[in-house]
């Protein structure tokens, strides 16, 4: 049974920090690309950061870019996202997502059910 299990969300106020987790089960961890995502109440879910399989290749937002740090510890099949000096307009629920391009052409996606993240004073 696939899970992604994400953890770490909360309450913080303007100019803090929170690290997010993501663990996986059910399918082979290290040969997925993974990904952060949000959405925000009104808005589209959009991409926070993604890192390759072997984390060779690492993407953020521009919104994000210098902030949040996105890695991965294959070893415990755990993706992380480390955000510093949070903005208001960071409050979202988080997912993770991972994805896999198959050898035979097609892409193998998996999400977790999101951890909220409320930036406030």
């Known amino acids: 049974q696939v899970q992604l299990v994400e953890s770490g969300g909360g309450l913080v106020q303007p100019g803090g920090s929170l690290r997010l987790s993501c663990t996986a089960s059910?399918?082979?961890?290290?040969?997925?690309?993974m990904s952060w995502y949000r959405q925000a109440p009104g808005k589209e879910r959009e991409s926070v950061a993604t890192?390759?399989?072997?984390?060779?290749?690492?993407n953020y937002a521009d919104s994000v870019k210098g902030r949040f740090t996105i890695s991965r510890d294959n070893a415990f099949n755990t993706v992380f996202l480390q955000m510093n000096s949070l903005k208001s307009e960071d409050t979202a629920l988080y997912y993770c997502?991972?994805?896999?391009?198959?050898?035979?052409?097609?892409?193998?996606?998996?999400w977790g059910q999101g951890t909220q993240v409320t930036v406030s004073s």
């Open positions: 997502k991972a994805d896999w391009k198959t050898p035979w052409g097609t892409t193998r996606v998996y």
């Open positions: 059910g399918f082979t961890f290290s040969a997925y690309g």
């Open positions: 890192i390759s399989s072997a984390a060779t290749s690492i």
